[in-house]
Nanobody, 125 residues
Framework: HVQLVESGGGSVRPGGSLRLSCASSGYSVRSGCMAWFRQAPGKEREGVAAINSGANLPYYADSMKGRFTISQDNAKNTLYLQMSGLEPEDTALYYC???????????????????WGQGTQVTVS
C-alpha cells in the first residue's frame, strides 16, 4: 500500500521561502518519477517539478526554474521541494506524486502519475 504524506505548507509573505516534504511509505523515492504538482482554486492541476530518481535528473516548469529546487533523501524515503522568492501566484494546494517509470515527456504530466498525496496548502500574501 503506497502512502505519500506532504507537510511543510503554510502562510508566507511575498519573497519568502518554504520547504515542502513528502514522506513515502510503500514506495521507494529512488524509483521512477517523483514529482510536485499544485492546484489553485478554479485552475487545473499543474506540474511544478519532478525528478527521475534513478538518474537524479530534475525537471522544472518554466515559471519555477531558479526559484524552486526538488530533491530527495533516500535514507528517509522523502521528497522535498525548496521554494524561494514566493509570489502570490504560487498560492495553491501542493501535491506529491509518484509513478514507476520516468522519462521527460511524462515527468510533469499529471495524468501520468499513479500515486498521490493529499496535499499541503501554501498561501503567499
Amino acid at each position: 500500500h503506497v502512502q505519500l504524506v506532504e507537510s511543510g505548507g503554510g502562510s508566507v509573505r511575498p519573497g519568502g521561502s518554504l520547504r515542502l516534504s513528502c514522506a513515502s511509505s510503500g514506495y521507494s523515492v529512488r524509483s521512477g518519477c517523483m514529482a510536485w504538482f499544485r492546484q489553485a482554486p478554479g485552475k487545473e492541476r499543474e506540474g511544478v517539478a519532478a525528478i527521475n530518481s534513478g538518474a537524479n535528473l530534475p525537471y522544472y516548469a518554466d515559471s519555477m526554474k531558479g526559484r524552486f529546487t526538488i530533491s530527495q533523501d533516500n535514507a528517509k524515503n522523502t521528497l522535498y521541494l525548496q521554494m524561494s522568492g514566493l509570489e502570490p501566484e504560487d498560492t495553491a494546494l501542493y501535491y506529491c506524486a509518484a509513478r514507476v517509470r520516468c522519462f521527460g515527456s511524462v515527468a510533469l504530466n499529471k495524468d501520468a502519475y499513479n500515486y498521490w498525496g493529499q496535499g499541503t496548502q501554501v498561501t503567499v500574501s
